[in-house]
């Protein structure tokens, strides 16, 4: 079985993938596309429904045998059953169930947080040709609304309050801990993949945070995302954002 | 007595999904029935196991879990029972995708639909005071949000248009995706056709024009062979509402474009 993995700047989900790739000790070829240029509609598989529809929006493919696998949280579960190193999800059910839940509402209400920031701050650039490849009619709506720069004061103000919630419930979750699940996780590094851009962008979020920014510093020296983050292309590879997951729609 | 409970509403939607992962698996627990129309999931006591006063919640032990798709990965990896995740890798990665799509695009679609055609006339007709009331102790703001919409009647014709748009994507995806495969995420059944038919029972009555044995036989065959399961009739027996019982249309032999009764 061979694997690619088409990633884009180690931030978000890609960022998530190739460190989980990394921990569990896996041979995967790596092929760099820029997803805040839209390359991702390029690929073979781009209509697959589960690349062309997929929640998270832009992120990286892993392709097995043909089949593209998209959303970062279950290609780390994936990675992770047939990974030959160190495990990335707890042995007890229950324990498991804490980190599904977490990475879900890290996703739910963080994800969409950090993207709507990051592109604020950091426009991508589309063009009517590439616009015509994306096949998920929102998602390219969420291109031409972060291009044009039709970000509300609305949307902004909440989309900090949800960035600063989410490293509230961090910094308790790590009161005596050193990971969030107690042992290191996919929990781990998906939220320091949503995070990590959050800290210039939001920096009253992390003041008088001390447990957050020892648990990033942690995060950032292991040496498997030492490696992911080694891949950059970007100065500042936190800073380089493509559209994510839609805000909520509804309740 | 079993030292599970489950805290539920009816076997539709986020409910069903944990009831009938519990009966397929064989695992007996205590039913407790909050009505989502008469607001218990936010009332104290319901709050004293899950403040953020969404449903289902399940307490296992003296443990509580929330959130009704991880709860299903619980009740398959906590007990045993037949296996509700497939073995191969890539078949479970399928089965997490497809949940995620309906529970965070599909089904949010379907459930505004249902929301403004079914959820607000039902709660509408209470006294205002106590709806206003109702409302202000809903813990989640999204949730606050939600309900003020439903009870008021305030969808915007967009929002509802845009999941008319996305039922209709999202049909097509699952007729294609079943025309590929025997169930929605492999060759066995598994916790993604749980999840799917609590989302598309009652398809072929909510949306006749996009969902019959003619336009999409994969999803009727699908349905069908769900529903012939013993633990799903067992589980839909214990709906109260209408709302559920639409489920007998899957009775139906043959449902038609023009036959839909």
Redesign the interface.
């Known amino acids: 079985m061979s694997m690619t993995v088409y990633h884009g700047e180690p931030n978000g989900p890609s960022f998530t993938v190739l460190a989980a790739l990394f921990e569990t000790g896996q041979d995967a070829a790596l092929v760099h596309i820029d997803l805040a240029k839209g390359q991702r509609h390029n690929l073979a598989v781009a209509q697959q429904?589960?690349v062309a529809?997929?929640?998270e929006g832009e992120g990286p493919v892993l392709m097995?045998?043909g089949?593209g696998?998209?959303?970062s949280v279950?290609?780390a579960?994936?990675l992770d059953?047939?990974g030959k190193g160190g495990k990335l999800r707890p042995k007890d059910?229950?324990a498991?169930?804490e980190m599904?839940?977490w990475c879900?509402?890290l996703?739910?209400r963080t994800a969409p947080a950090a993207a709507y920031l990051g592109l604020n701050a950091h426009p991508p650039i589309c063009d009517a040709a590439m616009l015509v490849k994306i096949g998920s009619?929102?998602l390219r709506a969420r291109w031409q609304h972060a291009a044009a720069g039709l970000n509300t004061q609305d949307r902004l103000a909440d989309s900090k309050m949800k960035i600063s919630q989410a490293v509230s419930k961090i910094e308790a979750q790590l009161e005596g801990r050193e990971w969030l699940m107690g042992e290191f996780s996919i929990a781990d590094l998906e939220s320091y993949a949503w995070l990590a851009g959050m800290v210039e962008l939001v920096p009253s979020a992390f003041a008088e945070r001390p447990r957050t920014a020892d648990w990033m510093q942690r995060v950032r020296v292991r040496p498997a995302v030492a490696k992911t983050l080694s891949l950059a292309r970007e100065p500042q590879p936190a800073a380089y954002w493509a559209p994510g997951?839609e805000i909520?729609?509804?309740? | 007595m079993s030292d599970v409970t489950l805290y539920h509403w009816e076997p539709n939607a986020n409910s069903g999904k944990p009831m009938l992962a519990l009966m397929e698996k064989g695992v007996a627990f205590v039913s407790h029935y909050l009505d989502l129309l008469n607001f218990d999931q936010h009332k104290r006591d319901y709050l004293a196991i899950n403040p953020q006063g969404t449903i289902p919640a399940m307490r296992h032990g003296d443990r509580v879990l929330t959130e009704s798709t991880a709860i299903m990965e619980y009740v398959d990896e906590a007990f045993t029972g037949p296996p509700l995740m497939p073995a191969d890798p890539r078949d479970r990665w399928r089965v997490r995708w497809w949940m995620k799509f309906m529970d965070q695009w599909l089904g949010p679609s379907f459930s505004m639909i249902g929301w403004n055609v079914f959820v607000g006339p039902a709660v509408r007709t209470k006294d205002p005071d106590e709806l206003k009331a109702a409302i202000e102790r809903i813990p989640l703001p999204e949730r606050r949000t939600a309900w003020r919409k439903a009870i008021y009647g305030l969808f915007a014709d967009e929002e509802l248009k845009e999941s008319q748009r996305r039922v209709a994507v999202g049909i097509r995806m699952l007729e294609a995706a079943l025309g590929k495969r025997e169930w929605l995420a492999g060759d066995r059944y598994s916790l993604a056709d749980i999840n799917g038919f609590n989302l598309a029972y009652a398809l072929p009555l909510s949306q006749p024009k996009l969902s019959n044995d003619e336009l999409t036989p994969n999803i009727l065959r699908w349905l069908r062979a769900i529903y012939a399961r013993p633990m799903t009739k067992a589980c839909w027996a214990m709906g109260r509402t209408p709302m559920v019982k639409r489920v007998a249309i899957l009775e139906q032999q043959h449902i038609g474009k023009e036959q839909v009764t």
């Open positions: 429904p589960e529809m997929n929640v097995v045998d089949e696998m998209t959303d279950f290609i579960c994936y059953d047939v059910p229950y498991r169930w599904m839940a879900r509402q996703i739910e009619v929102d997951p909520n729609r509804w309740g």
